[in-house]
């Protein structure tokens, strides 16, 4: 095996396109890429190759002439020959259909169509990129990693709500869960790194990144998280409310005249740390003006924190034993001023967090950030999404045979 035969795994966004070649001797990124502002005139190609920077205009491109600059450059870099075995693909939603990874064909392309349905934003633009790929590279291997797929293992107590049942048996409406990925990646690290039996553990795994949630694993499967139908159930994000009364939209109506898209905007993209500070979406920022005398910016924190504490207790009591809780994505790894705040609300589960080790505890790096005497272990375990896109190519490519040695 090349030192530089990769996987290359893409994810496609609605406005955007993020790439990455991951090689399959160490797992490291040999190129990683983003197009950015896609249909704009701003739109524009960053490819960073060992550490280089290199701009490509977009010139109001779209996502299939981000795929085609992309593919041009990757070759003025590496020849015509591209060291790339198999290409990954992260799908937002893969319904009940998917709980697993699937090796691209048209079936499973259209089914990952009927599963835009609960994904309209997100599933039409993962299939560019997926139609697009598959032109590009027909004999290629490619593969479907849905971010679903993780918690297809729930309980049907937790995966269902409490609403008529036919709406379940005939539309499909239950609660799917998301940043499955993420979630999967964290728990076999985590039981690599504590040491866990693979057959018997139970983690709370935390993700709070722009779009934030926590899921319940026991024994390597996911049994609870707090998103559902979509991805805005749950915690408090960067622009997400999180949960809200339901009845919510209704009252909105009658009182502001709002109607359902101004509703679901506004939940989606003008609430959570943006909506209540005022200031940002985004924890750095939102944590200075806090610190500058905010009080808007203050409460938003609390607001976080709050919830935050509140979806791992409702995590834990999923779980017949608590190992350890982990927190990752851009603020559970780097905010240790957060993980404090949070922490120090846990201690019913047993959770006493050293101050040194949290504070030392450097983005990038696993880190235990539990005090030695602690019943819980915590830890901060940083997510590598595209590392793990990646090795399930690999093992889709396996368990198909299509992997030679
Ligand atoms: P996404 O969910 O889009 O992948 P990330 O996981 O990168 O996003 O998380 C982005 C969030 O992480 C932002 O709110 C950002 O402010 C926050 N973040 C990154 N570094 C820090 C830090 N040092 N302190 C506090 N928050 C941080």
């Known amino acids: 095996?090349?030192?530089?035969?990769?996987?290359?795994?893409?994810?496609?966004?609605?406005?955007?396109?993020?790439?990455?070649?991951?090689?399959?001797?160490?797992?490291?990124?040999?190129?990683?890429?983003?197009?950015?502002?896609?249909?704009?005139?701003?739109?524009?190609?960053?490819?960073?190759?060992?550490?280089?920077?290199?701009?490509?205009?977009?010139?109001?491109?779209?996502?299939?002439?981000?795929?085609?600059?992309?593919?041009?450059?990757?070759?003025?870099?590496?020849?015509?020959?591209?060291?790339?075995?198999?290409?990954?693909?992260?799908?937002?939603?893969?319904?009940?259909?998917?709980?697993?990874?699937?090796?691209?064909?048209?079936?499973?392309?259209?089914?990952?169509?009927?599963?835009?349905?609960?994904?309209?934003?997100?599933?039409?633009?993962?299939?560019?990129?997926?139609?697009g790929m598959r032109k590009a590279f027909p004999r290629l291997p490619q593969v479907a990693v849905f971010d679903t797929a993780f918690h297809q293992t729930m309980p049907q107590a937790a995966f269902m709500y409490a609403i008529p049942h036919e709406l379940y048996t005939d539309r499909g409406i239950r609660r799917y869960g998301f940043h499955g990925t993420s979630h999967a990646y964290i728990t076999s690290e985590t039981v690599g790194v504590l040491g866990l039996d693979p057959q018997s553990h139970g983690l709370v795994t935390v993700h709070l990144g722009n779009g934030c949630s926590a899921c319940a694993v026991c024994n390597g499967q996911s049994v609870e998280t707090t998103m559902g139908l979509s991805p805005l159930e749950g915690m408090a994000m960067g622009t997400r409310s999180g949960d809200v009364d339901p009845d919510l939209p209704r009252f909105l109506a009658e009182l502001c005249g709002m109607d359902q898209k101004a509703v679901s905007e506004m939940l989606n993209r003008?609430?959570?740390?943006?909506?209540?500070?005022?200031?940002?979406?985004?924890?750095?920022?939102?944590?200075?003006?806090?610190?500058?005398?905010?009080?808007?910016?203050?409460?938003?924190?609390?607001?976080?924190?709050?919830?935050?504490?509140?979806?791992?207790?409702?995590?834990?009591?999923?779980?017949a034993r608590l190992d350890a809780i982990v927190f990752t994505g851009g603020i559970g790894e780097n905010s240790a001023e957060i993980r404090k705040r949070v922490g120090r609300r846990l201690r019913l589960l047993g959770?006493?967090?050293?101050?040194?080790?949290?504070?030392?505890a450097a983005g990038g790096s696993v880190a235990v950030i539990s005090a030695e005497a602690s019943r819980t272990t915590c830890l901060v375990v940083p997510t590598n999404e595209e590392l793990m896109i990646a090795r399930e190519v690999v093992k889709t490519m396996d368990t198909h045979g299509q992997l030679s040695e």
Not at 51 to 76: C, N, P, T, Y
Not at 78 to 102: C, D, K, N, T, Y
Not at 351 to 360: C, F, G, I, M, Q
């Open 270 to 319: 003008r609430s959570g740390l943006l909506g209540l500070s005022g200031v940002s979406s985004d924890m750095r920022a939102v944590l200075i003006a806090e610190e500058n005398g905010n009080q808007r910016a203050k409460l938003a924190v609390e607001v976080f924190v709050h919830r935050t504490v509140r979806a791992v207790f409702s995590m834990a009591s999923a779980l």
């Open 1 to 131: 095996m090349g030192e530089q035969q990769s996987v290359l795994v893409l994810n496609c966004g609605s406005s955007s396109l993020k790439f990455a070649m991951v090689t399959l001797r160490r797992g490291d990124a040999l190129v990683v890429g983003l197009a950015e502002c896609l249909g704009s005139p701003e739109a524009r190609l960053v490819i960073t190759v060992n550490g280089e920077r290199h701009f490509s205009d977009l010139q109001a491109g779209d996502h299939q002439k981000a795929i085609d600059v992309m593919l041009a450059r990757m070759v003025e870099i590496f020849g015509e020959r591209l060291p790339i075995i198999g290409i990954g693909h992260r799908v937002v939603h893969g319904g009940e259909r998917f709980s697993g990874p699937a090796l691209l064909d048209d079936t499973v392309e259209k089914e990952i169509q009927l599963c835009a349905t609960f994904a309209p934003l997100h599933n039409p633009a993962n299939l560019i990129g997926i139609r």
């Open 351 to 360: 959770v006493e967090l050293s101050a040194e080790r949290n504070e030392t």
